[in-house]
């Protein structure tokens, strides 16, 4: 069993479509993270959430949707995306403020929007 | 955004050979990760060091925190075809949910 699971791992979408990507972690952690990877570009960060509080939004456009219900749980709703939207969508988690500092990773979704 | 400077950017090796890369940052940290992505995959950390002129080992990887803090460097010893992938670094400071990443160095082994 891996610590962050992400479903689905693969989506294509139409740019009319709604859709959202789910991550599930089971580490205890208190902070969720979105990132989006592109090809031959390094990790963007998207979204912060901590203790279920959204504690970073890194101007990401308002078709990306997060939702943090819970501690474990986080969403990435998608609307009225664009082609170019299409990337690798990586969810991690990590302590809140401990000292460690290790950020552990979901296998990804791989979205594809048409 | 910020990223460290990650080298070398790709390298090719013979099966068997040891392999090294390196970090660098004009910041300081106090975690250094390294971490190995396949293709299509989530990346899967690898080592975590927390002091600097820390020395840690896994299996055949060994990392370190260099001394200023300011850098980090992977060793891979014996290659194997399946350490074939992406390997980075990222720096992260305390109290912050910054992590920076590195460009990422490309391993390809020949068998």
């Known amino acids: 069993e891996t610590g962050v699971t992400q479903t689905p791992r693969h989506l294509v979408m139409g740019m009319t479509n709604k859709k959202s990507l789910k991550c599930e972690q089971h580490?205890?952690?208190?902070?969720m993270y979105w990132y989006k990877q592109s090809a031959k570009k390094p990790l963007e960060l998207m979204f912060v959430?901590?203790?279920?509080?959204?504690?970073e939004n890194n101007s990401v456009p308002s078709r990306f949707s997060p939702e943090c219900p819970n501690s474990s749980h986080l969403f990435l709703h998608l609307h009225t995306l664009q082609p170019e939207d299409s990337a690798l969508y990586l969810c991690?988690?990590?302590?809140?403020?401990?000292?460690?500092?290790?950020?552990?990773f979901g296998e990804g979704s791989r979205l594809t929007v048409l | 955004g910020q990223q460290l400077n990650q080298s070398p950017q790709s390298m090719f090796i013979q099966e068997g050979e040891d392999v090294s890369m390196n970090c660098t940052s004009s910041?300081?940290?106090?975690?250094w990760l390294w971490y190995k992505q396949d293709p299509g995959e989530g990346p899967v950390l690898l080592i975590a060091?927390?002091?600097?002129?820390e020395l840690t080992s896994n299996g055949r990887l060994t990392a370190q925190f260099g001394i200023t803090r300011k850098d980090s460097f992977l060793n891979i010893s014996a290659s194997i075809p399946s350490d074939v992938g992406i390997y980075f670094c990222?720096?992260?400071?305390?109290?912050?949910?910054?992590?920076?990443f590195g460009t990422g160095t490309r391993l390809k082994v020949l068998a």
């Open positions: 910041s300081i940290f106090n975690t």
């Open positions: 959430y901590n203790f279920k509080e959204q504690t």
């Open positions: 991690a988690s990590s302590q809140d403020r401990g000292q460690t500092g290790e950020l552990f």
């Open positions: 990222a720096g992260f400071t305390s109290g912050t949910y910054k992590y920076i």
């Open positions: 580490l205890g952690h208190n902070a």
């Open positions: 060091l927390y002091k600097a002129g």
